[in-house]
């Protein structure tokens, strides 16, 4: 399984970045996948995600209301539309899939079996 992580760039705060990330090698329907984030100095964190059945999203609260997860499975592509961008959104962000994921572990990472190489999102103030 590959995932491959793009979108990222340099924003001004209260801007708007679309992150995608495309798998291949596994059926892409049947997966669970999200978004993390890492700050220099920092843990990476739950930001997003959306399950394979259903599609129900999930969010951590600072991104609430201001992020949406999304998912495209004729493309295999997962997308994070990120808007109203705050200069603590600034991370590497990486994309995450789990074919075997249950519910009390959408916010693990170590739940998340395949990752992406990640891409930069910084926002200046």
């Known amino acids: 399984v590959q995932l491959q992580a793009s979108g990222g760039g340099l924003v001004q705060a209260g801007g708007s970045l679309r992150l995608s990330c495309a798998a291949s090698?596994?059926?892409?329907?049947?997966?669970?996948l999200g978004w993390f984030r890492q700050a220099p100095g920092k843990d990476r964190e739950f930001v997003a995600a959306?399950?394979?059945?259903?599609?129900?999203?999930y969010y951590t609260d600072s991104v609430k209301g201001r992020f949406t997860i999304s998912r495209d499975n004729a493309r295999a592509t997962v997308y994070l539309q990120m808007n109203s961008l705050k200069p603590e959104d600034t991370a590497v962000y990486y994309c995450?899939?789990?074919?075997?994921?249950?519910?009390?572990?959408?916010?693990?990472?170590?739940?998340?079996?395949?990752w992406g190489q990640g891409t930069q999102v910084t926002v200046s103030s």
């Open positions: 090698g596994r059926t892409f329907s049947s997966a669970s």
């Open positions: 959306i399950r394979r059945s259903g599609g129900s999203t």
């Open positions: 995450a899939a789990s074919w075997t994921l249950i519910l009390s572990n959408i916010a693990n990472r170590d739940a998340y079996d395949y």
